[in-house]
């Protein structure tokens, strides 16, 4: 059993406790319970002097989680899974406050998300790794003083499902230190960057995939990486503003290629 303290500047305790237990040498199962902090504050991006001179409390977030973690096949497969639940107390966010046809960012209410994820690793040779991660995520406003219309609605950038799969090879070649290829894709579901989840805002199912190669020297001093990301070049949105005035969305980067260079002293 595990117990974690640490002080937020403002006095207030970020706190975890934590227990597990070996199952046997390839298995254990754990649970804990974790209260964590986010400072109040003004909105220091108001359009409004009555936005920027109204303060917002500090979020609270109590987290409970249990889990199993195992390694199968002489541990060459090994999977995590986790159930969790956030009651989260003064939910910041920034809304749109049809009064005013503004956006303040303020301290909503109560709300929770709850859900599982799943991680596996396997082994698939000596120099093939295959990675794996699975989460389901469910989230519900549940108080929302002053502003009725945001009740039951989604929290922001939750998408119900998220996937990622990767798959890393080392190339066995007999030359000093060591090169490797990686390749992987991502999905998630339909989600939302307004809090009234509307449809002109939100953002659809979206996947993208990637691929790096990298090549470290023997002495681990030297690391070079060439990356591309968004390899078919797909358009999805990532966010967006509404107000009463416009309407804005933002769309994700085109196949871009980044290098790297990097030495260690």
Not at 32 to 40: I, L, M, N, P, T
Not at 164 to 178: C, H
Not at 200 to 224: K, P, V
Request: contains cysteine; aromatic residues 14%; proline residues 3%.
């Amino acid at each position: 059993m595990a117990c974690e303290q640490s002080a937020t500047p403002l006095g207030l305790l970020h706190t975890k406790v934590g227990i597990s237990y070996d199952i046997n040498r390839n298995a254990l199962v754990y649970g804990s319970w974790s209260v964590g902090y986010k400072a109040g504050g003004f909105d220091d991006r108001a359009t409004s002097i009555t936005a920027a001179t109204t303060p917002f409390a500090p979020e609270i977030v109590t987290t409970y989680e249990v889990g199993l973690k195992a390694d199968w096949l002489d541990h060459r497969f090994r999977t995590n899974l986790s159930l969790f639940y956030n009651d989260i107390g003064n939910y910041q966010t920034t809304a749109y406050d049809p009064s005013t046809g503004l956006s303040q960012r303020f301290d909503l209410g109560n709300a929770y998300s709850e859900g599982l994820e799943l991680e596996t690793t396997a082994q698939l040779g000596n120099n093939l790794t295959w990675q794996n991660n699975f989460t389901y995520l469910y989230s519900k406003i549940t108080s929302a003083a002053g502003n009725p219309q945001y009740l039951g609605k989604a929290l922001l950038y939750a998408p119900r499902f998220t996937a990622f799969s990767s798959l890393i090879y080392r190339i066995p070649l007999n030359i000093p230190g060591s090169i490797e290829l990686s390749t992987n894709g991502t999905f998630s579901s339909r989600s939302f960057s307004d809090l009234s989840n509307s449809s002109t805002n939100a953002l659809q199912a979206q996947g993208s995939w990637d691929g790096t190669i990298q090549y470290t020297t023997a002495d681990r001093r030297w690391h070079f990486l060439m990356t591309v990301q968004n390899i078919l070049g797909t358009s999805y949105s990532v966010g967006g503003v509404t107000s009463t005035y416009y309407n804005t969305i933002l769309y994700s980067n085109p196949t871009t290629v980044l290098f790297r260079a990097r030495y260690a002293l």
